[in-house]
C-alpha cells in the first residue's frame, strides 16, 4: 500500500477535522509512553534507596516540542503524570498541527527504562507504545466529531 493512499484513508477517517486528528494523536501517543514510564518504588529495590528520594522525576522529564526536539531535563517530579500530560496538552494546541511533533526525555538513564531495568516497565514505554500506534491513529480519527 502506498504512503499516498494510506494518507487518503485517514483523511476520510478524520471526516475533514485533520488538525484536530493530529492533535488528538501526538496528545494519545504521549499520554501513552508517560503512563507506561514506571515510577520508582523503593520497596522493589534491592537497596535503600537515598535519603530523601522521591519518585516521578524520569515521568515528569518527558517534554512536548513543535518543530524542534526539546533538550534540557527538569527538576520536577510526576508521579501521576498529570502535570506533564497537561504540559504535552498546552504545547500541542498551541503548536501549528504541520509542524513536526517531538516527545522526548534527556534524562541519563532513560534508554535503561525503555530497555527494561524497571520490573515495572520491562517492555519498555516508547516499544510499547509504537506498537499501538495504529489503533491511536484509529481511535483518534474516529473520536474526532464531524
Same mark, same amino acid.
Given at each position: 500500500?502506498? &504512503?499516498? +493512499?494510506?494518507?487518503?484513508? &485517514?483523511?476520510?477517517?478524520?471526516? %475533514?477535522?485533520?488538525?484536530?486528528? /493530529?492533535?488528538?494523536?501526538?496528545?494519545?501517543?504521549?499520554?501513552?509512553? #508517560? +503512563?507506561?514510564? =514506571? /515510577?520508582?518504588? *523503593?520497596?522493589?529495590?534491592?537497596?535503600? *534507596?537515598?535519603? %530523601?528520594?522521591?519518585?516521578?522525576?524520569?515521568?515528569?522529564?518527558?517534554?512536548?516540542?513543535?518543530?524542534?526536539? =526539546?533538550?534540557?531535563?527538569?527538576?520536577?517530579?510526576?508521579?501521576?503524570?498529570?502535570?506533564?500530560?497537561?504540559?504535552? #496538552?498546552?504545547?500541542?494546541?498551541?503548536?501549528?498541527? !504541520?509542524?513536526?511533533?517531538?516527545? !522526548?526525555?534527556? @534524562?541519563?538513564?532513560? /534508554?535503561? @527504562?525503555?530497555? %527494561?531495568? !524497571?520490573?515495572?516497565?520491562?517492555?519498555?514505554?516508547?516499544?510499547?507504545? /509504537? @506498537?499501538? &500506534?495504529?489503533?491511536?491513529?484509529? %481511535?483518534?480519527?474516529?473520536?474526532? *466529531?464531524?
Amino acid at each position: 500500500m502506498s &504512503f499516498s +493512499l494510506d494518507m487518503s484513508k &485517514f483523511i476520510a477517517k478524520a471526516k %475533514g477535522n485533520a488538525d484536530k486528528v /493530529v492533535r488528538k494523536v501526538v496528545i494519545d501517543l504521549a499520554t501513552s509512553v #508517560i +503512563l507506561k514510564n =514506571p /515510577v520508582g518504588d *523503593p520497596d522493589l529495590w534491592k537497596s535503600s *534507596p537515598s535519603p %530523601g528520594y522521591a519518585g516521578g522525576r524520569s515521568r515528569a522529564n518527558w517534554q512536548y516540542g513543535s518543530g524542534a526536539m =526539546p533538550g534540557g531535563i527538569t527538576d520536577g517530579l510526576d508521579k501521576e503524570g498529570s502535570k506533564t500530560i497537561a504540559a504535552v #496538552i498546552a504545547g500541542v494546541s498551541s503548536a501549528p498541527t !504541520s509542524s513536526i511533533h517531538w516527545i !522526548s526525555n534527556s @534524562l541519563d538513564y532513560i /534508554v535503561q @527504562l525503555e530497555d %527494561g531495568s !524497571s520490573t515495572q516497565a520491562p517492555e519498555g514505554m516508547v516499544k510499547l507504545t /509504537v @506498537l499501538e &500506534f495504529n489503533s491511536i491513529v484509529n %481511535g483518534a480519527a474516529q473520536s474526532v *466529531p464531524k
